[in-house]
């Protein structure tokens, strides 16, 4: 019989060892393995960033939310996530457990230019998807560097993920996370705790949207930076969602054709749920 205290030290030991493995993230290396084509490839309908934005999209424009307080969960050193909820929103925290990543992400707020990936592109296709001419993109970019007050450190495995008093009492209004709490949990077990400490961040009837992958064991955090990655199926995050405390609205799933494995992580699918805080 596993005493308290021993559990208790091999969930530590899980947590640095996780911790160990993400010294060697490299937010540049990452960017061009994920968010250039094909995977990011704007003008193929089967691309999974233009599915991405389009599920963002759907579902930050949907009457259901309204605005408020919006935190992103694990930001890593991407933006494509928050370029719809930033015009519903009005204020924005971006949050990432490393260091490089919050310096890549302040550098693209703080200044046009400074930031390992243009995103430009990105900018013009929400734009395109909210019925803007492209050339809105610039609007797009500074009201996105407006909304943001925050960018802050996180661990979704500390039952406060965040600083006390980084939000306001009654919590954030919406979470937003893609491809974080599969990837720093040693299980499922973790992935379920993750779930309901992030849960803690949000108020009551609030949504959070979660973006993740299916059936990853490991991804390259940079070169020769493996990653390993709980595996996931459809039935288990359904499962995870129901035991920390949220009702599904609905889970989309995209299941990737053979180009789009490209040796970077050996993800089968991408799942994109839509959720609300019981
Ligand atoms: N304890 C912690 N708490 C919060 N965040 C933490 C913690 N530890 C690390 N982090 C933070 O979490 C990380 C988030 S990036 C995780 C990447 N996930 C896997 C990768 C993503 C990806 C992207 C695109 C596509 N696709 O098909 O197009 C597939 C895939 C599948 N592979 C990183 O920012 C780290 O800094």
């Known amino acids: ?14 947590r640095a060892a996780m911790a160990a493995c993400y010294q060697g993230f490299d937010p540049a290396a990452y960017l061009q393995y994920n968010y250039t084509p094909p995977r990011a490839d704007f003008c193929r309908r089967d691309s999974i960033v233009p599915w991405k934005l389009g599920c963002l ?27 719809s909820g930033c015009e519903v929103f009005e204020r924005l925290v971006l949050t990432d457990f490393l260091e490089v990543n919050r310096r890549e992400l302040r550098g693209w707020l703080q200044e046009q230019g400074k930031s390992s990936l243009d ?109 390993p990655v709980v595996p996931l199926d459809e039935a288990q995050v359904c499962g995870s969602l129901r035991e920390s405390g949220y009702t599904l609205i609905r889970m989309e799933v995209y299941t990737l054709p053979p180009d789009m494995r490209v040796g970077v992580d050996d993800v089968s699918g991408i799942f994109f749920v839509k959720a609300r805080k019981d």
């Open 119 to 227: 995103w430009t592109p990105y900018l013009q296709h929400v734009c395109k998807l909210e019925g803007r001419g492209v050339s809105a993109w610039s609007e797009k970019a500074a009201r996105l560097r407006a909304v943001v007050s925050d960018v802050l450190p996180i661990d979704v495995h500390c039952p406060q993920p965040l600083a006390p008093g980084a939000l306001p009492s009654p919590g954030a209004d919406c979470l937003v996370s893609s491809f974080c709490l599969e990837s720093v949990s040693a299980d499922l077990e973790a992935f379920t705790r993750a779930l309901g400490h992030i849960g803690g961040l949000l108020r009551p009837g609030g949504h959070l949207l979660l973006i993740g992958a299916l059936g990853e064991s490991f991804y390259l955090g940079g070169p020769g930076v493996q990653i």
């Open 1 to 14: 019989m596993e005493t308290k205290a021993v559990k208790e030290k091999s969930l530590e030991d899980g």
């Open 57 to 83: 999209h759907r579902a930050f424009t949907e009457e259901d939310i309204t605005g408020g307080v919006l935190v992103d969960v694990g930001s890593g050193p991407t933006l494509y996530q928050v370029l």
